[in-house]
Every structure is written in C-alpha cells, then in structure tokens.
C-alpha cells in the first residue's frame, strides 16, 4: 500500500493538491456526469491525461456519488458541465469531490494500486464553524473508494483503491501559520511575537476572515465568513456577454478570457474586448465584498489585529478595487502574498499540505522524509 500525504484545496473553481516540494496538481472544477457506455470522441494519440480524465468512483458508503461516470476537468469544460449556485455550501455538494478523488487516483503507480491517502483539506470559514455538521461531513467522506479510469490516455481500465482518511481545516487559517513557521513548526519570525495577526482568503463562492489572538493561538471570536466571491462577478459578466452576443459560455472559459486572454473573447473571427463588462462587475462586487469585510474587521477585537494576508483566487481580480477602499479605513496592514495568479490559487493547498506534514511528523510517520526537506 503506497501512503500519500497531500494538502487538497476544493475550490469552487478547481482543485489544487499539493502532494511534496514541487509536487502539484491542478483541475478544473469542472464535472460531467455521461452514462456508462457513452464512447468519448478522440482523434489522434497525441492525447494528455489531464485532457482526457473520465473516471467511474465506486463508494458504497457515499451514495451520491457511487457507480456514477464523470467527465473530470478540461474534459467536462463547454460540455454542459454542472454549474454550481454559488449559495451551495461546500459540504453539501459531493460532486466537489469528483476532481479531488480523480487527483489522488493519478498517484497511483500501477493498474491496480492502493493508496492510503492523509489529506488535510479546506472547509470555508462559514461552515467549519458549525462544528456539527463539519464532523458530520468529515466522517460521511471518509471511507474506502475506487478510482476507474474509463477512457483517460494511457490509464484505461486502472483501477485504484483509495483510504482515504481527510483532516478539515479552515480555509485561510493556515496561511497565517505558513508565513510563520518552517516546516517543522518552528516560528522564523520572532519580530511577531505578541501580535494578532489575519487573513482574508477571497474564494470563488465564499470569503473567509482568519485570526489568531497575540498568543498566536486561533481565536474564534475573530473568524467569520459570508457566500460572496470571484463567482458572483464572473456570473454578472456572463450574463452580459450573453445578452449582448447570444452565447452563454461556462465560468472556467470566461474565466480563462479575463486571466490568461487580458479579456479579449474570441467569437469566430472577431475578438472582443470585455474588459469594461469584467471591471464593471468586479467593481460591483468588490464594494459589497469591502463592506463585509470592514463589518467584521471593525469589532473591537479584530481592530487591534497588526495585518492582514490577502490570498485566494479572488485576491489579486479584486485587488485594484478593495485596496484602496479596505486600507483607507482599517488600521490594520493589508499584505497581498503573491502578484502572481498561478501561485495564489496554491496558497491553501501549500498551507494545508504543510498542516498533513506537521501532524505526521508528530506521529512519526514521516520523520526521515522532513528531515530531508
């Protein structure tokens, strides 16, 4: 049985793992439920295995999800995929686990594997705090599952055992531990001592504020959370494009026009310029994301907190809009982490991951391994 340590974020806009040092994996949060039997169109072998991810999750004690077939990631996107409403709760949406469990399956070494896989994993704020349900979700996920890759490029017919044995977090709260502490916990900033500090994780459906108290202990009291992200605008911005040009594209496409095409959309031989529809939404909901978080931020508690980090996949969109309005009335630092949109998206997943090798380390399961790092 291989082990596997991993850090999962299940974002709404796709799934990061962290599995070691330079070892991650992104997928598109997109999924396509295709009944079995369903032949997936392919022309020519120069096919990649992160394009072609159709997998079958066998789990007998998370009916939701067991026997079903799925088109995962780049293979689901623009083929009517699921659209998640962006008042879904994490928890009550098990197709957020398809591209999670697709993830760990690629691990695997061999046509028949078994993994056991250790994953501390993120819930947003909101919901990790209702401790009930959290326990709930945590025990309902945890289990034995099979992995069967139908049609996926150089995998077809693997089948991969998983134990998968998950550790909730709260989405934010470990990066203020990860810009603190080595990874054997050590604290390397010394100057910190004795201050609060937070963090403002902007997601694509919800945003989540994290504190720890002076004793650098989590102070609940100072968390907090609400359903407004990334999505909210993205969804405006479709809409838009939908009625001006009678096509409704998918979030990851759109998605992909503002970030990566500077928001130049591509309609047969024209292309358009959307960046006065884009900064038109994110504007609109940046102002109400500002709001949220200044009602939270203003509690005398969380006024004495020395900074704030700025992360999530919502950070650097929001960026240009919330900097100015948050600073100008928050006594406490904003530091945005990275300006670079490929690494904030990893942000949780490194902090998460770090969060699995902390807890192994203390169990003395992955000693050598740390040792090396």
Not at 73 to 82: Q, S
Not at 125 to 135: A, P, V
Not at 240 to 264: A, D, S
Request: proline share 4%.
């Amino acid at each position: 049985m291989k082990i596997i340590f991993a850090g999962g974020d299940i974002g709404n806009d796709g799934m990061k793992l962290v599995l070691g040092i330079g070892n991650r994996l992104f997928i598109p949060n997109a999924v396509k439920e295709v009944a079995h039997g369903t032949e997936r169109k392919s022309i020519g072998e120069d096919e990649k295995v992160l394009d072609t991810l159709d997998v079958i999750i066998r789990c007998t004690h998370l009916p939701e999800l067991d026997g079903r077939r799925f088109w995962v990631g780049n293979l689901a996107v623009g083929k009517g995929e699921y659209q998640v409403s962006p008042d879904t709760k994490k928890r009550d949406n098990p197709l957020i686990l398809v591209p999670l469990f697709t993830g760990l399956a690629l691990q695997a070494d061999k046509k028949e594997d078994d993994l056991h896989t250790q994953v501390t994993m993120g819930l947003p704020m909101e919901e990790f705090l209702e401790k009930n349900e959290r326990k709930s979700f945590e025990t309902r996920i945890k289990g034995d599952f099979e992995v069967e890759f139908v049609s996926t490029h150089r995998m077809e017919g693997w089948k991969v055992k998983i134990r998968f044995d998950p550790t909730l977090a709260p989405e934010g709260l470990g990066i203020i531990l990860h810009q603190m502490t080595n990874q054997f916990g050590q604290n390397i900033k010394p100057e910190w001592k004795g201050q609060a500090m937070g963090c403002i994780d902007i997601g694509g459906f919800s945003t989540d504020i994290s504190a720890i108290g002076s004793d650098h202990r989590p102070d609940a009291d100072l968390c907090d959370g609400f359903q407004l992200g990334t999505i909210s605008a993205l969804d405006g911005v479709g809409e838009e494009i939908n009625r001006l040009y009678k096509i409704k594209f998918p979030r990851h496409m759109l998605e992909e026009t503002i970030t990566k095409k500077n928001c130049q959309l591509q309609l047969g031989a024209k292309q358009i310029d959307i960046t006065d529809i884009v900064d038109s939404n994110f504007r609109s909901v940046a102002h109400q994301i500002a709001q949220r978080v200044l009602e939270i931020t203003r509690k005398p508690k969380a006024a004495m907190i020395h900074r704030y980090f700025v992360v999530g996949g919502g950070a650097l969109k929001y960026e240009q809009f919330l900097e100015n309005e948050l600073q100008e009335k928050m006594y406490s630092e904003l530091i945005w982490l990275t300006t670079d949109p490929e690494e904030t998206v990893f942000l949780n997943a490194e902090s998460f991951y770090r969060l699995a090798i902390l807890k192994a380390y203390k169990a003395n399961l992955l000693l050598p391994k740390i040792k090396e790092a």
